[in-house]
């Protein structure tokens, strides 16, 4: 809880400005930090975060990290959901504390960040990739955040073995064929769990929206958010010339359990 004193294997934000900051978990004696020199944290292993230390003549504070300040400590590979993108899939899937998520593909572990994080130490995250690099990608970037013990990784095809289990509470999909997933995703939703899937294409929403209907879930939509960074000035603000243009488009449905 953020207030709390420091622990040794804490992770902490060392936080020089927004452009300079680093994740470290903190360790009794010196620790070398890739790239940028030695470190040593002993003394604030028992002092309450937000206290500042000189390093390598630069000032930094040292905060309890939230998680957007996760996903930035995290490396990319395959195409990662971006973080407007995955808070909003955490509504359309209902992803809140103590909750069973399943995801398929793991891919670089950026949404499984996002969704490991949201079910708080009592959920779990089932985090499923057919490819064996990504899964170990994944995990990587999990345990560097300190988040793998809420997470399970498995290497499966979900399209063709399902997800092995009938007690989800949310399933979320980044697969390009996410409709090839939706039988599976049937069987392993609880009543009133929520399937919510992201594909960069018309082409895929249209697709799955429809596949959605007919194999009997309620509510299917899809949305897009688009995200305006605003320029603060005197007497000139405006929005920012440039903006992403598209990222992702959002499907959502819920699954009653069977016919009423
Ligand atoms: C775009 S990446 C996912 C990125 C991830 N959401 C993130 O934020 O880092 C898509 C992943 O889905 C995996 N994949 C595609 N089809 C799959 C399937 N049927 N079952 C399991 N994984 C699948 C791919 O191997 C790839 O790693």
């Keep these: 809880v953020t207030g709390d004193a420091w622990a040794e294997g804490d992770l902490a934000l060392l936080w020089g400005s927004a452009r300079e900051t680093l994740l470290l978990r903190l360790a009794r004696g010196p620790q070398s930090v890739e790239g940028r020199g030695v470190l040593d944290l002993s003394l604030q292993i028992g002092a309450a975060p937000g206290g500042g230390i000189t390093w390598a003549g630069r000032k930094f504070r040292l905060l309890r990290p939230s998680l957007s300040d996760l996903l930035g400590a995290l490396e990319r590979r395959a195409q990662v959901v971006s973080p407007k993108d995955a808070a909003q899939l955490l509504l359309l899937a209902g992803v809140g504390p103590g909750n069973r998520v399943g995801e398929a593909g793991s891919g670089s572990g950026w949404l499984t960040v996002v969704l490991a994080h949201a079910v708080g130490s009592t959920g779990r995250v089932y985090s499923f990739d057919r490819r064996r690099d990504f899964l170990d990608f994944a995990r990587r970037n999990v345990e560097r955040v300190g988040l ?34 939706l039988p599976g995703a049937r069987e392993a939703l609880v009543p009133g769990g929520r399937i919510a899937t992201y594909s960069p294409t018309y082409n895929q929403v249209e697709r799955t929206v429809h596949a959605l209907r007919e194999l009997g879930f309620e509510d299917a939509r899809s949305e897009e958010l688009l995200l305006r960074t605003i320029e603060v000035g005197e007497g000139g603000t405006r929005p920012a010339f440039e903006m992403l243009g598209h990222t992702g488009f959002l499907s959502v449905a819920r699954w009653m ?4």
């Design 257 to 260: 359990g069977g016919p009423w």
């Design 148 to 181: 793998a013990p809420r997470v399970e990784f498995a290497e499966r095809d979900v399209a063709v073995d399902g997800f092995g289990t009938n007690s989800l509470d949310a399933i979320l999909l980044d697969v390009p064929e996410p409709w090839a997933v």
